[in-house]
């Protein structure tokens, strides 16, 4: 007989926190879309962007948009589970439970907490403490596999460490999830510091493509990414470019690599590569944004589905550490 493929259940979550990225879209939102299943849940975290002061207003936009990508770039939520963190309470109330059995050196020890908060002149009780909230987004499902990029992969292990934890102290609670990470395209360098991620939130943007740049702007970017004078596919402009080239076209980078001599042909490659991906994905994002109140519905639809599962988790969980459930006292 033949062997039926188990999809995995998956969770993963992105802030609505500045426009995404061609290395949010090849490093985590492709990704997502493979592995998308009647399991899987797709979840802008709003709750993670309250860390730093924002804008309100904005905030509210942003998460509807961001709702919008997810759909543009292929997130079917007839098949998986479209949604906004927020809109379910029992995120909030497990990560109270988490961090109550997180440590505060490992908390503190998260290299993002370390970069965010060494020269800021503010840093919010939620900046440390917001890995526990990813840990409930995560195990609140009962989540197998956790997409990330490669710099989130800290995460998940912290989030493995407080589920084995807790259910070494309290019973068997939660699923131990694994992080999946992709092998090309999993980290976008930026075009102009490939050194660096390339990253929505950095000031200087000559060096970051977005999803829904003008794509006459993105060509001229990657026409002027940094590379050496010679051709070297070791040296960290070039390997971004393959990188970029493998994760657009589904090839490995280091096949690709072996195709050029010349910087020129690769740019050229890599621009009508980017250009095939990205133009589909915005005019369906224009199709889609044409109709707000249908987005709005459809997360909504999501946040309840996504709250069965949810409450389920908390309850076990709840009993477990010892609260009283209420209507069982």
Request: proline share 5%; with cysteine.
């Amino acid at each position: 007989m033949p062997t039926i493929a188990v999809m995995a259940r998956v969770f993963s979550g992105m802030k609505p926190t500045g426009d995404a990225t061609l290395g949010s879209l090849l490093g985590a939102l492709r990704p997502w879309v493979d592995a998308q299943n009647a399991d899987a849940y797709y979840c802008v975290v709003d709750l993670h962007a309250l860390t730093i002061p924002h804008d309100p207003a904005e905030l509210r936009r942003q998460t509807i948009e961001l709702a919008t990508m997810f759909m543009a770039v292929g997130i079917d939520p007839e098949v998986s589970t479209l949604f906004v963190q927020s809109y379910v309470h029992e995120h909030t109330e497990l990560a109270w439970l988490l961090e109550c059995t997180a440590s505060f050196g490992e908390l503190r020890r998260m290299t993002q907490f370390k970069d965010k908060s060494e020269n800021s002149d503010f840093v919010s009780a939620g900046l440390l403490t917001y890995p526990a909230l990813m840990a409930a987004d995560i195990l609140l499902y009962d989540t197998e596999e956790v997409p990330v990029g490669d710099d989130q992969r800290q995460h998940v292990e912290l989030t493995r460490d407080v589920a084995e934890r807790f259910n070494n102290r309290y019973g068997p609670t939660f699923t131990v999830p694994k992080a999946v990470v992709q092998r090309s395209g999993a980290r976008v360098m930026d075009l102009q510091d490939p050194t660096r991620k390339m990253s929505k939130s950095d000031d200087s943007t000559a060096g970051t493509i977005l999803v829904l740049e003008d794509l006459a702007s993105v060509a001229r970017k990657i026409k002027r990414a940094v590379t050496d004078t010679e051709y070297d596919p070791k040296r960290p402009g070039a390997a971004n470019l393959l990188s970029i080239l493998g994760a657009s076209t589904g090839r490995n980078p280091d096949d690709l690599a072996q195709d050029y001599s010349q910087y020129g042909p690769l740019k050229s490659d890599v621009t009508d590569a980017v250009t095939a991906v990205l133009e589909p994905i915005q005019q369906r994002y224009r199709e889609l944004s044409a109709d707000p109140t249908t987005i709005a519905k459809i997360v909504e639809a999501g946040a309840e589905k996504a709250q069965i599962a949810a409450a389920a988790t908390l309850d076990r969980a709840r009993r477990n550490i010892g609260l009283v459930v209420r209507g069982e006292a």
